[in-house]
């Protein structure tokens, strides 16, 4: 049985995003307390990195599938953390931002009754 059959088998995702291996060893290699680095431990943390990842990307999903929202939003990924046991050790990091506030009719609009973000149309100049 090959990779691509265990993945359709088991209800494992297939990743197709890998964090560059060599890049990893050189960061761990920068810090002075660790000497040599054996072959396989880049690898490890790699395979580390995409399950954490892929854990809080779905997390982050949950949250906005939750609120009927079409986007993840960086408020679903705290809330993410917050509701997630596993992400406890982000929590401190997370509450630095703060919670989106929403926005009711007629507040952060612009004249033309949107949101000052741009898109869409340019006014025609009135000369």
Known sequence: MDQAELNKTSNVPVIKTRFPVARIKKIMQADD??????????????KALELFMVAL????????????????SPS???????????FDF????????????????GEGK??????????GRRKKREE
């Open 33 to 46: 307390d660790i000497g040599k680095v054996a072959q396989a431990t880049p690898l490890v943390v790699a």
């Open 57 to 72: 990307v779905e997390e982050s999903c949950n949250q906005a599938r939750q609120r009927n929202a079409k986007r993840v």
């Open 76 to 86: 679903h990924l705290k809330q993410a953390v917050l509701s997630t046991e596993q």
């Open 90 to 105: 982000l929590a401190d990091i997370v509450s630095k931002y703060p919670d989106p506030v929403a926005v009711g009719i």
């Open 110 to 119: 612009d004249e033309g009754g949107r949101g000052g973000r741009g898109g």
